[in-house]
C-alpha cells in the first residue's frame, strides 16, 4: 500500500543562486549585465565629459532655427525660411521618392533579367549573364557618377531648344529630355471642387474601389470555377472596374495638361525630373537588379525539375507552369534576400551627394551638420531614420514572407 | 572574447578623445610635420602641380607656419578638405589649422568654436555666367540653374539674395570646385557661383576663359582667413603673427632675397624691421620659438606681395588685381599689429 506524500516544499535559499546548477546560469548571466551596463554607463559618461571639455553639448535645439539654405527637390512646402527640422523632413521625403522608385524597378528589372537568364536562348541567358556580372562587380558609386556624366553631356542642354535653328526640339512638342532632367506634361484638374490636393484624393479613393472591385470579380470567377468546372471571362469586366470610374471622374472634374515651355533660362511648367533624380534612381535599379537577378534566378533553380515535369504533363503551357507551379513556389526562396536588397537600395541612396540630390543625408547630414556644426546630433539622427526605415521595410516584407511561405498543416 | 574587444576599443576612443586637448605646439614638435587643411583643388589657391608639389595662396601660408615653428617649410602634411569635411577635420584635430579660403563669420568663430588668426584675402562672393547667355547682371537671373558648393557661406549668401530680389532660382548642389567645372560647362548650370577669387581661378582653368564673364554684382563680405581651434591661444598667436609677420614684411619692404641681409646685423636705423626679424627684442620668445622665427617664414617664399604676386597676382593666369588686398599703405585693407 502506497502512500501519497506531499513532495518537499520549495524552500529556496540564497545560496542555491551558486550551487544549484538550475539557477547558476541565470546568476552569471545577470551579473554580466550589470557589468555590461556599467560600461556603456561608463563609456557614456565618459563621452558627455569629453564633450563637455571640448564644449560640446548636446542639443537638439538647431532644429527649430531657420535653414537658411534652398533645396532644389521638395516634396513639401519648403524655402530658405523654413527650419532645419523641415529641412530633413523634405530630405526624408527625397530619400524615400528614390527608395521606393528604386526598388520598384530594380524588382521588375531583377525578375525579368533573372528569369531570362535561364532562357534557352543562347544570346539571350548570354547577354543577361554579362548584364549581371558587370553591374555587380562595380561600385554602385561609380554607377551614379557614369550615369549622372553621360546623363549631362549627351542630351542637349535648355539652352539648345532656344532661337530658330535650335539643336533640339522637344518630343510631340509636349516633353523635353535635357541634361538638366526631364520636363513631362502635368495633369491637373480644372473643375472647381477639385482643384488641387482634392482631385487627387479622389482619384486615389477610386482606384482603391477599383481594387477591392477587381478582386471581389476574380473571387467570384474562382467560386464559379469551383462550382461548375468553367472559370467565366472576366477580363473586360476587370478592365471596365479599373478604368470606366477613372474616365468617368477625369470628364467630370475637367482633365487638363500643363505643358513644359521654354521660358527664360528653363524650361516652366510641367512635371520636372531632375538629371540628379534620375541618374541616381536609375543606377540604384539596375545594381540593385542584377542581385536581385541572381536571387530570382536561384529562386527558380531551387524547384526541382520534377515539379515543371509533373505540370507539363498535366497539359499546362509554359508560362503557365512558370505563373502557377514554379514562382509561387520559388518566391519562398526568392523574398529573404530581396529583402535586404531592398535594404541595400535605401541605404545606397545615401550616396545621392555625389550627384547633388538632396537626400537626408544631404540635408540634415550635409548642409545643416555643415551650417550648425551639430555633427554628433545630426549623425545620430542620420542613424536613427535609417534604421526605422530599414526595420520598417524588413518588417513589412517579413509579413509579405509569412502570407506566401509553405503553410504546414 | 568580441564583446570585449569592443568595449576596449570603445574605452580607448574615449580615452584618446580626452588627450586631444594637449597643446598643438607640443603635438607639431614632436610629429615633426604639420598638418594643414587645405582645399581639395582651387588653382591658385591651394592645388598640387605637375609634380606633385602644393602650390598657392593658401600654401604659402601653411608653409610659412611649418618653416617657423619647425624650421622646414616641407614638413607640412597637406590635408585636402571640401566645404564640408574642413571643420568636422579641424575640430577633431585631424589638422593643426586650416588654410582654405573659409570665411570669417560670427556663427563659426563663436558657435563652432574656432579662432580665426587673421584676413588673408578680402573677398566677395560673385556669379560668372556663359558670355553667349548675353546676361549683364545677377538680378536677370531669375528661373536660373544655380551651381554652388555646398557647406558654405555661399549657400546661404545665395539664398538670402534671390529672396531679398524676389527672383526665383534652382540650386544644383556640389561637393567640389573640381565636380562644378564640368556640370558648368556641359551646361548643367547656367550659373556658377562662389568667391570672386575662386572664380577667376575657376575661369582660368577653363579652354576658353573669354567665352565666360564674372557678373558685376558682388553680394557679400568674404573675409578668408586660416583658422584654428578654440581653446590652445599659443597655437593660435602662433599662426596669428605668422600671418602678420608676411603682411608686415611687405609694409617694411621685406622680400625673400632681402631677409638673409636684413637679419644679419641689426640696422638701428630700422628698429621695427630688427624685431621682427630677431636681431632686437625678445618676440620669438614670446612665441615660444626662437628668434629667427619670422625669416624662415619670410624666405620659403617671401612676404605677402610676393605671395600674391606669384600665385594669383595680375602676372599669373588667374590675373586678380590687389584691390582691398593692397596694404592700408596703398588704400586697401591689410593692416597688421605692429611688432613690438
Known sequence: MASITDPPSESFKL??????????????????????????????????????????????????????????????????????????????????????????????????????????????????????????????????????????????????????????????????????????????????????????????????????????????????????????????????????????????????????????????????????????????????????????????????????????????????????????????????????????????????????????????????????????????????????????????????????????? | MKKSVFIGALALAGVSGGMAAAGTLDDVKARGTLNCGVSTGLVGFAAPDANGEWQGFDVAVCRAVAAAVLGDASAVEFVPTTGKTRFTALASGEIDMLARNTTWTFSRDVDLKFEFVGVNYYDGQGFMVPAELGVSSAKDLDGATVCIQTGTTTELNLADFFRANGISYEPVPIETNAEAQPLYLEGACDVYTTDASGLAATRAAFEDPSAHVVLPEIISKEPLGPLVRHGDNEWGDIVRWTLNALITAEELGVTSDNVADKAAAADPATPEINRLLGTEGTLGEMLGLDAQWAVRALSVSGNYAEIFEDNIGESTAIGLARGLNASYTDGGLLYSPPFR
Open chain 1, 15 to 409: 545560496s542555491q543562486l551558486l550551487s544549484d546548477t538550475r539557477y547558476r546560469s541565470y546568476t552569471f548571466q545577470f551579473i554580466a549585465l550589470i557589468a555590461l551596463i556599467a560600461a556603456f554607463a561608463y563609456l557614456l559618461s565618459n563621452l558627455f565629459q569629453n564633450l563637455a571639455a571640448a564644449g560640446l553639448d548636446i542639443s537638439f535645439g538647431f532644429l527649430s532655427e531657420p535653414a537658411g539654405y534652398d533645396i532644389n527637390q521638395r516634396l513639401i512646402e519648403y524655402t530658405s525660411q523654413s527650419t532645419h527640422w523641415r529641412a530633413a523632413v523634405v530630405g526624408v521625403l527625397n530619400t524615400l521618392l528614390v527608395a521606393v522608385v528604386g526598388c520598384f524597378f530594380a524588382t521588375i528589372i531583377g525578375v525579368l533579367v533573372g528569369v531570362l537568364r535561364l532562357s534557352n536562348n543562347w544570346i539571350v541567358s548570354r547577354l543577361m549573364s554579362v548584364y549581371v556580372e558587370i553591374f555587380r562587380n562595380v561600385p554602385v558609386l561609380i554607377w551614379i557618377l557614369i550615369i549622372m556624366a553621360v546623363f549631362v553631356s549627351v542630351l542637349p542642354q535648355p539652352r539648345d531648344f532656344r532661337g530658330e535653328d535650335a539643336s533640339a526640339s522637344m518630343f510631340l512638342d509636349m516633353f523635353a529630355f535635357t541634361g538638366r532632367g526631364f520636363y513631362l506634361p502635368r495633369p491637373y484638374f480644372t473643375a472647381e471642387f477639385a482643384a488641387g490636393a482634392t482631385g487627387w484624393l479622389i482619384v486615389l479613393a477610386l482606384l482603391v474601389g477599383s481594387f477591392f472591385g477587381a478582386r471581389a470579380l476574380s473571387k467570384w470567377a474562382t467560386d464559379t470555377q469551383e462550382r461548375t468546372g468553367d472559370r467565366p471571362t472576366t477580363w473586360y469586366l476587370t478592365l471596365a472596374i479599373w478604368f470606366v470610374p477613372l474616365i468617368i471622374a477625369m470628364f467630370v472634374m475637367g482633365l487638363a495638361w500643363e505643358m513644359p515651355e521654354l521660358k527664360g533660362f528653363n524650361f516652366k511648367g510641367g512635371i520636372f525630373a531632375r538629371n540628379s533624380f534620375i541618374a541616381l534612381t536609375f543606377a540604384l535599379a539596375i545594381y540593385t537588379a542584377a542581385f536581385i537577378a541572381e536571387n530570382v534566378r536561384a529562386g527558380i533553380l531551387a524547384v526541382s525539375k520534377g515539379q515543371t515535369e509533373a505540370a507539363a504533363s498535366l497539359g499546362l503551357r509554359p508560362n503557365r507552369i512558370m505563373s502557377l507551379v514554379v514562382l509561387p513556389q520559388a518566391l519562398r526562396v526568392i523574398i529573404p534576400p530581396l529583402i535586404s536588397q531592398y535594404l541595400n537600395l535605401t541605404k545606397n541612396s545615401s550616396l545621392a551627394i555625389a550627384v547633388g540630390y538632396m537626400d537626408v543625408t544631404g540635408t540634415l547630414g550635409g548642409i545643416t551638420l555643415n551650417q550648425t556644426g551639430r555633427a554628433i546630433e545630426a549623425v545620430l539622427l542620420l542613424m536613427l531614420f535609417y534604421l526605422t526605415i530599414s526595420l520598417t521595410i524588413s518588417l513589412l516584407m517579413n509579413v509579405y514572407n509569412n502570407s506566401i511561405k509553405l503553410k504546414e498543416r
